[in-house]
């Protein structure tokens, strides 16, 4: 129900309307505040009455502005009461992952070592979500400094999954991915550096987007030519993660990655299964792992067979290639050292025990494995494109199994009916890995559920700056198999399941 004039009274806490904002696709909240059949007010107001009402349970949030935000909401509401022309995002509520600057809100990266930080700046993402109206509610949880797959620290706790309170959430955009599962505002600003945004996305339930390396700015990074890091968008729609991603996207000189590939905004087709018709897909249900969870492999591998119904062909040439995980890792500890590493001696006893772990195999690594990676990370990127000589498209599951157990522990193994497997990178998130060192672009959708009724993801993987051709195939798979009104049980409403 979205029938409140902008003008009117503004409901009651605890009224029917309020329930039913959080279940609208960003899409239809814009349309319905231009068209000033809602309120930016209304609709932020319902959003922070929701979180307030539901977010102990899980814990996505590192920092609610309510203040700023319903300040920002009326000054949203007057410009569209002057006839001012609006962006994309006007009078839409934003969550933005606690590694993002954000100007004049605490960015404390779940760290009590940036308790007090707080940036004078936005990141330049951030300052094109304000530009088009967008309204920053607050941020997100995320690991200590980002440095893990799981959503928890010594600063803001456990972040639980919503469809199993047991469960990770996974990570480190594990706060963004539970609050668009959950209702807590239809956008969600993530980062992703081992397939931080994605992971959570597939552990959630929802659709998770890292663009090719530089196509969204992300000129904070004090290492642009090693990072690994992308910004992305989540959201429970592709629309609506096209609509992020459209206003955050584009060339900033402050980022040369960013000054390549093609600055037009993404598009979804009125008939999204047309991009099916002799698609040329190379599908990959398994790559370094043994073990893929029975129920992961029957609801990925019957999405691809689904595609294959509408058009799509499989790419049968065979192909064996060295995905290099411990190169990442290498460059990933090389980073994290060189960025972080000089707080151990003052805060270590306050850290997460693995941040401390990982700093310190970092800051042991010699120049000779550091100088091996770099050339590495060239020969991956090239052996990645290579697979898009003869395939449009690479899919693969997101992870190979559900969540772990909130209890997990990142240097721990992955552990499937009492026996453990091996480390989580090597048996439950080894398919996201290579495509930050590779810069490629790849995202997550939902594409079934297990018998125990937890999210499935399946990951999308392009050439680069190849963004269209993904969001076209995700907009198709959403079609075919729609998955925007599963809720979980404890997001309540009638779209529940």
């Not at 048996?427 to 959708?445: E, K, L, R």
Request: include cysteine.
């Amino acid at each position: 129900m979205i029938a409140s004039p902008i003008a009117g009274a503004e409901p009651e806490k605890g009224e029917d309307v309020m329930t039913e904002f959080w279940q609208k696709p960003a899409t239809e909240l814009a349309a319905a505040i231009r068209g000033k059949t809602l309120s930016s007010r209304e609709l932020v107001s319902a959003t922070l009455d929701r979180i307030d009402r539901l977010n102990g349970d899980t814990n996505a949030f590192a920092l609610v502005d309510a203040e700023g935000a319903l300040k920002a909401a009326a000054a949203a509401d007057a410009a569209v009461m002057r006839g001012d022309s609006l962006g994309g995002l006007h009078g839409l509520p934003v969550t933005v992952k606690d590694l993002v600057p954000t100007a004049g809100m605490r960015t404390a990266l779940a760290s009590y070592i940036f308790a007090d930080n707080v940036p004078a700046q936005d990141a330049e993402a951030i300052a094109r979500i304000r530009r088009a109206g967008g309204i920053i509610l607050g941020k997100t949880t995320t690991p200590e400094l980002g440095h893990k797959v799981l959503t928890d620290s010594p600063m803001h706790g456990i972040t639980r999954n919503p469809w199993a309170l047991d469960r990770t959430c996974g990570g480190s955009s594990g706060g963004a991915a539970v609050g668009v599962a959950m209702g807590f505002g239809p956008l969600a600003v993530s980062t992703d550096g081992a397939g931080s945004g994605r992971i959570p996305a597939a552990c959630c339930g929802i659709v998770g987007l890292k663009p090719t390396v530089g196509g969204v700015p992300h000129e904070t990074t004090p290492d642009l030519f090693g990072n690994l890091t992308c910004l992305g968008s989540m959201a429970r729609t592709v629309e609506d993660t096209v609509l992020l991603h459209n206003v955050m996207a584009g060339p900033d000189p402050r980022d040369p990655w960013s000054l390549g590939g093609s600055a037009a905004p993404l598009t979804l087709a009125d008939d999204p299964l047309s991009v099916l018709k002799g698609l040329k897909i190379r599908w990959m249900p398994r790559t370094v792992n043994d073990y893929l969870d029975p129920d992961f492999e029957a609801h990925t591998t019957k999405t691809v067979e689904a595609m294959v119904d509408a058009g799509a062909t499989l790419v049968d040439k065979p192909v064996s290639l060295d995905w290099s995980l411990d190169t990442a890792l290498v460059l990933m500890r090389a980073y994290q050292a060189a960025r972080s590493g000089h707080v151990l001696e003052k805060w270590r006893d306050r850290m997460d025990p693995t941040m401390v772990s990982a700093l310190e195999e970092g800051l042991a690594q010699d120049v000779g494995t550091l100088q091996k990676a770099l050339p590495e990370r060239t020969a991956l990127y090239r052996r990645v494109q290579a697979i898009f000589d003869h395939a449009d498209i690479l899919v693969t599951p997101t992870i190979a199994a559900p969540p772990p157990p909130v209890t997990q522990r990142a240097d721990e193994p992955l552990v499937i009916d009492g026996k453990p497997l091996g480390p989580l990178r090597r048996t439950w998130y080894c398919y996201t890995i290579p495509f930050n060192p590779s810069g490629n672009p790849a995202m997550s959708v939902p594409c079934g559920f297990t018998k125990d009724g937890l999210p499935i993801g399946l990951q999308i993987v392009g050439p680069w700056h190849a963004e269209q051709r993904l969001v076209a195939v995700a907009a198709a798979l959403q079609a075919l198999m729609p998955w925007q009104h599963r809720w979980p049980a404890l997001a309540g409403g009638e779209a529940s399941a």
